[in-house]
């Protein structure tokens, strides 16, 4: 059964950093590009960053760019994002998700995560 995990979520105070984790099981998630996304409560799920399973190119919203960084693990069948100098408008539920080609449209992506929580707050 194909499967996406995500760990690595939590409390951090405004400035902090987390590293969130994505493994892939039931299925080679290095065939896949892989993408996070985020939600906050009462808003649409956005894109926030894609990593090209042919390239290895990255893709970032551009409000996010120069804080957060997406990479992958092949060996380990799994996907992270960096995520540094966080801000309490970060605090959303973040995914993983695995399509063909990176997208921010979420309907592109076959598979997804069940969802991390990250809240940043003092």
């Known amino acids: 059964q194909a499967q996406l995990v995500e760990s690595g979520g939590g409390l951090v105070q405004p400035g902090g950093s987390l590293r969130l984790s994505c493994a892939a099981s039931?299925?080679?998630?290095?065939?896949?590009?892989a993408g996070w996304f985020r939600q906050a409560p009462g808003k649409e799920r956005e894109g926030v960053a894609c990593i090209s399973s042919s390239t290895g190119r990255t893709h970032y919203a551009e409000s996010l760019k120069g804080r957060f960084t997406i990479s992958r693990d092949n060996a380990k069948n799994t996907v992270y994002l960096q995520m540094n100098s966080l801000k309490p408008e970060d605090t959303a539920v973040y995914y993983c998700a695995a399509a063909d080609v990176c997208s921010s449209e979420p309907t592109r992506y076959d598979y997804w995560g069940q969802g991390t929580q990250v809240t940043v707050s003092s």
């Open positions: 039931g299925f080679g998630l290095d065939y896949y590009s």
